[in-house]
């Protein structure tokens, strides 16, 4: 994804991107790539400094609370506050403007091979996308919330989607051996896994099997 108002240059950029075989979403203000970006589905985002409704900063922060994507930063030339504090923020590189798009295109080779693909995985049900890298969950694109033991449970139960896991299942693998809590705790989390996405979104994600446990169904 490019997050930059300048219309040109973010027509310019996708354009070789996609020559070179990437997909490439545009956002041309601060606040809409940052709700982009929080849906996960990006492998690198170029940032611009100078942007409209939210700076550039402020979205590498924000980013960076949840997703260690690889941000390059496009700064002005011979600003070298804004190459600093983009690197202390967390960006994993910068390229000043005006840039040769074959410079822009070796740093994005580079940011991509720092990252370990194998170990983010996408999962998906329903419209919902999981996403391990960032851990994110997104739902038709709108980002969900959850905490960490709401996000494992969602994450368990989708790695094993279309199989009915049992709460005593459940318990052990999200939990742990050493719970001392009964499987109620699992009912509590699915109740509130629900109410942030299912009643939400009016979707029905996870199912009950009386007696059994939950599962996530195969999409139709
Ligand atoms: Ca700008």
Known sequence: MIIEDEEKIARFVELELSHEGYTVTKAFDGRTGLELAETGQFDLIILDILLPQLSGMEVLRRIRRTSSVPIIMLTARDSVVDKVSGLDSGA??????????????????????????????????????????????AVMGKPVELTKREFDLLHFLLKNKGIVVSREELLERVWGFDF????????????????????????????????VGYVIRNEK
């Open 92 to 137: 994993d590189d910068y390229i000043t403007k005006p840039f040769a798009i074959e410079e822009l295109l070796a740093r994005i080779r580079t940011a991509l091979r720092k990252t370990k693909p194998e170990e983010t995985e996408v999962l998906s049900a329903s419209g919902l996308q999981l996403n391990t890298g960032s851990r994110t969950v």
């Open 180 to 211: 001392s809590g009964g499987t109620n705790a699992v009912d509590v989390y699915v109740r509130f896994l629900r109410s942030k996405i299912d009643e939400v979104f009016n979707i029905k994600l996870i199912h009950t099997v009386r007696g």
